[in-house]
């Protein structure tokens, strides 16, 4: 009988053959191995919509987690049962629940203006201005290459964006210049030619890492 760093290590395996994102596979791996921790049970077998019942309704009441999440754990519930204990859950015991659409607050021009004139740090206006000018995620501009500004045609590349779909979307003028005063400060150099890297330059700069240095850039901009 499996125990739960084995049944963990499968679920990884799960997700990957599936193709999911990065960000999913490290959220539902979170997920799934609180479930097991709460559940405490000795074999899996024991494992039943009893059991993600009574997990849901903790993080319900106890655990105040919004609906969203909460969402997000039945998911990530389902896919474990489904997928590595091969077992068939009754999901009408844990449904999904209800959430309340609501509009987005959209910023004028002025105010975005001001925001971008508000960033003293050319990285950060350059952060700014591919969120808001090019549409890109914040994980998305953390993985942009050199070679993905293209300045002939005025369109960026996104790789493996939300979907794990590749696209191109559109470069301001704008924009173009800060990237390139962006480049003539920093000179970003790496192997496999990140364009925004880490302080040491090992590496491409992470989501948190563009968070940390800029948050109030990001209110409301998709990871």
């Known amino acids: 009988m499996a125990n739960n760093k084995q049944l963990l290590a499968r679920f990884s395996t799960d997700m990957k053959i599936r193709g999911m994102s990065t960000n999913t596979q490290e959220c539902y791996m979170r997920y799934a191995t609180k479930f097991l921790e709460h559940a405490n049970r000795t074999t899996n077998e024991e494992l039943s919509e009893i059991e993600a019942r009574e997990f849901i309704l903790h993080m319900l009441r106890e655990d105040k987690v919004c609906t969203a999440t909460l969402n997000a754990y ?13 077992r068939t859950l009754n999901y009408l015991q844990i449904p999904r629940f209800k959430t ?13 203006q001001l925001l971008i004139n508000g960033c003293a740090n050319v990285k950060h206006k350059a ?7 090019s549409g890109l995620r914040i994980s998305e501009i953390a993985a942009l290459r050199v070679k993905d500004i293209d300045s002939k045609a005025m369109r960026v590349f996104v790789k493996d964006g939300k979907g794990g779909k590749d696209r191109y979307t559109i470069l301001s003028n704008e924009c173009l210049c800060v990237l390139r005063e962006y480049w003539t400060i920093y000179r970003p150099k790496h192997p496999e030619g990140w364009l925004f890297l880490v302080t040491y330059r090992q590496t491409h700069i992470t989501t948190a ?9 990001f209110i409301g901009v998709k990871v």
């Open 100 to 112: 309340k659409k609501t509009l987005p607050e959209i910023l004028t021009r002025d105010e975005t």
């Open 127 to 133: 952060f700014f201005m591919l969120a808001y000018g």
């Open 209 to 217: 890492g563009i968070a940390n240095e800029n948050p109030l850039a």
């Open 74 to 86: 039945n998911a990530a519930i389902r896919l474990f049962f489904a997928a590595t204990l091969n």
